[in-house]
């Protein structure tokens, strides 16, 4: 049996509670029926996807992540902005911009990708990009370009919120016809 993983930090309940007042003000703007929204309490930053992992290697797994994290600082993100992937004329996903005050963010990621490589059988695509994904382009709709540029402009720098990150989810995803619904598998502390 395989189990669909990801490692993610998870937003704070404060930032989650934002999260869903920017996107519901973006509804109201945007065409509704052609982005498909991130529901409450899934607001996360993503550092590495595996996919399917068989559920036999996932003690393995965690074994490889308790030791990636192993003496990494605790650390602060902000969250600022607005953008969309790939571009405003193309859009596939909308998402709040994430960093960290020094590259701090960039190594963990690089850590918990190393950890992640042997079990995810795809490589990662692109240059790593901080963001927490707020909603997804649903097939064959799209927004008013007009509309997004305009919303993406407004919020460009608007401060969102900052939060200190003291670990690194393990979590699973159940895909359904509403929304996908994670489980949490493992924690792993920051120091």
């Given at each position: 049996m395989n189990l669909?993983?990801?490692?993610?930090?998870?937003?704070?309940?404060?930032?989650?509670?934002?999260?869903?007042?920017?996107?519901?003000?973006?509804?109201?703007?945007?065409?509704p029926a052609s982005i498909s929204w991130v529901k409450a309490g899934n607001f996360h930053l993503t550092l590495s996807f595996l996919g399917d992992v068989e559920t036999s290697r996932t003690d393995e797994l965690a074994l490889q992540l308790r030791a990636a994290c192993e003496g990494v600082v605790s650390f602060e993100l902000v969250?600022?902005?607005?953008?969309?992937?790939?571009?405003?004329?193309?859009?596939?996903?909308?998402?709040?911009?994430?960093?960290?005050?020094?590259?701090?963010?960039?190594?963990?990621?690089?850590?918990?990708?190393?950890?992640?490589?042997?079990?995810?059988?795809?490589?990662?695509?692109?240059?790593?990009?901080?963001?927490?994904?707020?909603?997804?382009?649903?097939?064959?709709?799209?927004?008013?370009?007009?509309?997004?540029t305009v919303e993406i402009e407004r919020n460009r720098d608007v401060l969102f919120g900052r939060w200190t990150v003291n670990q690194v989810d393990l979590l699973c995803s159940d895909l359904s016809q509403d929304a996908p619904r994670y489980t949490l598998m493992h924690q792993f502390p920051l120091s």
């Open positions: 669909r993983l990801f490692c993610a930090l998870s937003a704070p309940p404060s930032l989650q509670e934002t999260f869903v007042a920017v996107a519901d003000s973006l509804r109201d703007s945007l065409s969250c600022q902005g607005l953008g969309c992937f790939p571009n405003p004329n193309r859009p596939r996903v909308i998402w709040a911009g994430v960093q960290s005050a020094g590259d701090e963010l960039a190594q963990l990621q690089h850590r918990v990708a190393l950890a992640c490589a042997p079990f995810a059988p795809r490589e990662e695509k692109g240059r790593f990009q901080g963001h927490i994904t707020l909603g997804r382009i649903r097939a064959g709709k799209s927004p008013s370009r007009e509309a997004l």
